[in-house]
């Protein structure tokens, strides 16, 4: 089983960043790759990104060029990296990998 655990999330304004981690127990990311993913309220949760076993990633179109994933296979954590956040980016952030999920970090972005 993986254990994920997210943080980072809060509150920011329009135009602000923040990042997001979510570490894992054991080399999940280096092994299975991980993906970002969203849920605003009375929505369904959609996917922002990923990055595979190779380092390669991929993103969304409503983040691209504003939100960039990253890993650390030493440390087993994959961090989400938000810049130029946006109202409509309010949602609860989950990482998951391998059929496993966290229990998801909020975040608030007010205009």
């Known amino acids: 089983q993986v254990q994920l655990v997210e943080s980072g999330g809060g509150s920011v304004q329009a135009g602000g960043s923040l990042r997001l981690s979510c570490a894992a127990s054991g080399s999940t990311f280096r092994i299975y790759g991980g993906s970002w993913y969203r849920q605003a309220p009375g929505k369904q949760r959609e996917w922002v990104g990923s990055?595979?076993?190779?380092?390669?990633?991929d993103y969304a179109a409503f983040v691209k060029g504003r939100f960039t994933i990253s890993r650390d296979n030493v440390l087993n954590v994959m961090d989400l990296q938000m810049n130029n956040l946006k109202p409509e980016d309010t949602a609860v952030y989950y990482c998951?990998?391998?059929?496993?999920w966290g229990q998801g970090t909020q975040v608030t972005v007010s205009s």
């Open positions: 990055i595979s076993i190779s380092g390669t990633t």
């Open positions: 998951g990998a391998r059929g496993f």
